[in-house]
């Protein structure tokens, strides 16, 4: 892809250990795996990060046997049940989680939770400085590392790094409230490029970034706000993650899907199936996903009995209060739908509380001809471009919440709902279920363009041009002599995100 090894750090691997009485390894699922998994098959690389369960003499031998079946290898960092609880329960989850998604009424401080993230995250670097090669890019992911970078210039790695933010950036307003707001920041402009989801996003950032360095220059080149602080640049911009299109088109049409769909259709006779997939996270809006379906059928009797909401919720963080709490909720809304709406032979609400295989999970892609995508806040949401991109019948409609960062791209092809307003959300659900063929297939030809355009290999693009002339750029301090001519700052990342994707990349696709 770019000559050099691609080093990613996330929280967790790309695989988990999981203990049915023999401990092995089986892949994870996520928005990140789903992103990230096909490039490193492809284009090889080392994958850092936590392996879910069990300490490091029983996990490695897992790993060196992923190695050796893999393109790419992976790394497992072990942490004890108390860095878990503290980082990853704690400050990760019921601090920046639920702060960074304007969850402020929820989000516990905790100093002690606070030391440990940062420990962890030293924790992290340790691992990287120790295996990083010299051309390495690395590419650090998510709000559990934001210190790592930090870090990694504290232990005297001098390599480009980069990070993503693949939740929302709160506005300089909500994110003050954060104790540990000066670390935290401190932690984010260690790293040569900051990626966001929006431009939305990019530009709270900036903002706080010009309010905390108040003597920095700020210029915008191309799609990137450059400054520089403490003797490098920082360039952050907005790149939208995406999927494999090809991955999720061709595979909805395969041999599994198909029979699993033949499945669905024996199991379902209602006339319209609507579709609900999220992790379990209070987020993602189901309870108001659920109230918008009663709503629908108490406003509109004529659907009574025609049309079922297929939910799947995905186990998540069940350890968190909220999230146990969500799930008792959950529970109830259905049993309270249900009993009010169901007949026999009826059903509102098909709730089901675990993991799909990916040939389930497409099948009811395709089978269901809404899908009703409601979170109250979302950095990006894969769930909509997956369902975009798996719609190959040409007749499904996509309704998605106005505050997911998918919006911004597929807002032309999609119904957008504001998900706390119920009634508007329900009588955007019954359009969508009253629209037109014709209609549908406009549509969905929009949505289709957009994810097929601007795919997962165009996200990595973004990351590999910012970190490339992050390279360059560090290179020019130096002054080492192929970097001269250059006149210091890089001019070479693309005005359009169409308009560049490296070379040695693109033909291996
Ligand atoms: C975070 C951000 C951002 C779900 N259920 C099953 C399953 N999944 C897969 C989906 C999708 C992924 O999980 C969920 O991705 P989302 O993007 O919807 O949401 P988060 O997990 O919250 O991800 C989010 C993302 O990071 C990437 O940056 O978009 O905003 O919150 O890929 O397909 N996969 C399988 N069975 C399931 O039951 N196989």
Request: glycine share 6%; hydrophobic share 40%; charged share 25%.
């Amino acid at each position: 892809m770019l000559g050099k090894r691609l080093l990613v750090v996330s929280n967790r691997l790309p695989v988990a250990v999981i203990d049915n009485g023999r401990k092995r390894l089986k892949p994870s699922s996520g928005g990140l795996v789903t992103a990230l998994n096909p490039i490193l098959e492809l284009e090889g690389g080392l994958w850092i990060g936590w392996p879910g369960l069990g300490k490091s003499d029983e996990v490695m031998p897992l790993a060196d046997e992923h190695n050796r079946e893999h393109s790419y290898s992976i790394h497992p960092v072990p942490l004890t049940a108390d860095q878990v609880d503290k980082f990853y329960l704690g400050f990760a989850n019921q601090t920046i989680w639920p702060l960074f998604h304007d969850f402020l009424g929820i989000t516990s401080f905790e100093r002690e939770h606070w030391e440990m993230y940062d420990e962890v995250n030293r924790i992290y670097a340790e691992h990287v400085a120790e295996h990083i090669q010299p051309d390495d890019f690395v590419w650090v992911h998510d709000y559990q590392l934001m210190r790592v970078g930090y870090h990694l210039r504290k232990l005297g790695v001098k390599h480009p790094v980069a990070y993503f933010h693949h939740i929302p950036f709160p506005s300089p307003d909500l994110y003050r409230r954060l104790p540990w707001a000066r670390e935290l920041f401190e932690g984010l402009v260690s790293y040569d490029s900051v990626g966001f989801q929006t431009l939305h996003d990019r530009r709270n950032f900036v903002a706080l970034a010009r309010d905390r360095l108040t003597s920095a220059r700020f210029r915008i080149r191309r799609r990137q706000t450059i400054f520089d602080h403490q003797g490098h640049m920082v360039q952050v911009g907005n790149y939208p993650i995406s999927i494999d299109f090809d991955e999720f088109s061709d595979g909805a049409r395969s041999k599994e899907v198909r029979r699993e769909l033949k499945t669905i259709s024996e199991a379902y006779r209602v006339e319209h199936l609507v579709l609900g997939l999220d992790r379990l996270d209070y987020t993602k809006g189901i309870p108001q996903r659920f109230l918008a379906l009663e709503r629908l059928l108490e406003k509109y009797p004529e659907l009574r009995g025609r049309v079922s909401l297929i939910q799947v919720v995905v186990p998540s963080r069940t350890k968190v209060r909220a999230y146990a709490d969500l799930k008792e909720h959950l529970d109830s809304l259905t049993g309270r739908i249900n009993g009010r709406f169901g007949t026999h032979g009826y059903m509102p609400i098909h709730y089901f509380f675990k993991h799909l295989t990916r040939p389930q999970l497409l099948a009811l892609y395709r089978a269901c001809e809404v899908a009703l995508i409601t979170p109250l806040r979302d950095g990006m949401n894969l769930v909509a471009k997956e369902y975009a991109a798996s719609s190959v019948d040409h007749r499904n409609v996509l309704v998605l919440s106005e505050f997911t960062g998918s919006a911004d791209q597929l807002g032309k092809g999609a119904l957008l709902v504001n998900p706390y307003d119920l009634e508007g959300t329900a009588d955007t659900l019954r359009r969508a279920l009253l629209m037109e063929d014709e209609e549908r297939r406009r549509r969905l030809r929009d949505l289709r363009a957009q994810v097929r355009t601007n795919d997962v290999h165009r996200w990595v693009s973004w990351f590999v041009s910012a970190l490339s002339d992050a390279r360059r750029n560090r290179e020019d301090r130096q002054g080492r002599p192929e970097a001269a001519g250059d006149g210091g700052l890089r001019d070479s990342v693309p005005l359009e995100p169409s308009a560049h994707v490296p070379e040695t990349y693109a033909s291996k696709r």
